[in-house]
């Protein structure tokens, strides 16, 4: 009996720690994954839409708990009672609780399906247009539009919609922003499509939010929204193809990474805009160096972090595809200079 006041009064005083934080919106802008602080239209039409039934389904539980307790305090057995009056049936009653019910569900239904059409299609006008594929544990972000791809960062200029088409290349994914949008699957052999915008330029974090294997866990992404200026100065950036060549200029050490990036094993499977890699089994690095995050969001994006990731991809992401080739220490070094002056 004790042991269950005790579980009692814990159950009670979780929900009196947990309810505050899941009801104010502050706290929620605190969680870089929360549904419950939309940061763009579509994300804050969802919301809406669930904090309908949300709403509709406390007040159902506080009617339907209150007259609950009130029949087993009030009415409870005592010892010595007469057996109660027996009935069967009550036409009233069964009207009620048909009716009521239909009432409820047509109160969800109607904003249900309104919303489902008003989110089918991005509102027509200049949108960025993106393809988004996902790989075993990575994306690779295509802008169609301008001819070049990234990998798990998508920059977006605030306050435009960004209508998406996802693929796969592999398995089942699921693209998920949780303060931009709702989570839409991403399957072999067909192309989905979803949209969203930001309101404030940040950053918003992305998982994948399907089990898609080894490294579903550490398959993030990163959607990067800035002001429209800066936007159009990074995609100016990227269709210059000047990127590599200046990180080449840009020190002796990077210069010998070049070199053996494009001589070795790299340039098999990566791109670099500009240069004689063009493989396509692994990320587009071409803009590597102004990532803030690698391994598909697993890390931030420093020089230690880099050497570690080349040495032994798997020892840091668990079923990492990238193999890991034997080079000595300067060798990786030079590597990391290179990349990292992808920007
Ligand atoms: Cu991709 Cu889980």
């Given at each position: 009996m004790d042991r269950c006041r005790n579980s009692i009064k814990r159950i009670i005083h979780g929900l009196s720690v947990l309810t505050p934080v899941l009801l104010s919106g502050h706290a929620a802008a605190a969680?870089?994954?929360?549904?419950?602080?939309?940061?763009?239209p579509v994300a804050r039409m969802q919301l809406d839409l669930f904090n309908i039934t949300l709403y509709i389904a406390l007040f159902i539980f506080v009617i339907v708990g209150s007259a609950l307790a009130y029949a087993v305090i009030r009415f409870r057995g005592k010892p010595g009672d007469a057996i109660p009056p027996q009935t069967h049936g009550n036409a009233r009653l069964e009207i009620l609780w048909t009716a009521v019910p239909v009432i409820l569900l047509l109160f969800m239904a109607v904003p249900t399906v309104r919303m489902t059409f008003e989110l089918a299609a991005a509102p027509a006008g200049d949108n960025v247009k993106v393809r988004v594929v996902g790989y075993q544990w990575w994306w690779a972000v295509e802008y169609p539009e301008h001819g070049f791809a990234t990998a798990n960062e998508m920059r977006i200029p605030v306050g435009v919609p960004v209508e998406i088409t996802l693929e796969s290349a592999d398995v089942i994914h699921s693209f998920w922003v949780p303060r931009l949008a709702g989570k839409v699957d991403v399957i072999p052999n067909r192309a989905n499509t979803m949209w969203f915008q930001a309101d404030e330029p940040g950053v918003y974090y992305g998982q994948?939010?399907?089990?898609?294997?080894?490294?579903h866990a550490n398959m993030r992404f990163r959607v990067i929204a800035l002001e429209p200026e800066e936007y159009d100065a990074w995609i100016a950036s990227r269709e210059s193809e000047q990127i590599a060549v200046q990180a080449v200029a840009s020190s002796d050490l990077a210069a010998r990474g070049h070199e053996l990036f494009m001589n070795g094993a790299c340039a098999a499977c990566h791109t670099i805009d500009g240069t004689t890699a063009t493989g396509t089994?692994?990320?587009?690095?071409?803009?590597?160096?102004?990532?803030?995050?690698l391994a598909a969001g697993m890390f931030d994006n420093t020089p230690e972090n880099l050497a570690a990731w080349i040495k032994d991809p798997r020892a840091v992401k668990?079923?990492?595809?990238m193999p890991s080739i034997p080079m000595s220490d300067a060798d990786v070094d030079a590597l990391v200079a290179f990349l990292q002056a992808l920007k």
């Open positions: 969680l870089p994954q929360s549904t419950l602080a939309p940061a763009g994948c939010a399907e089990y898609c294997g080894t490294s089994v692994g990320p587009d690095l071409t803009d590597f160096g102004s990532r803030i995050s668990p079923g990492a595809l």
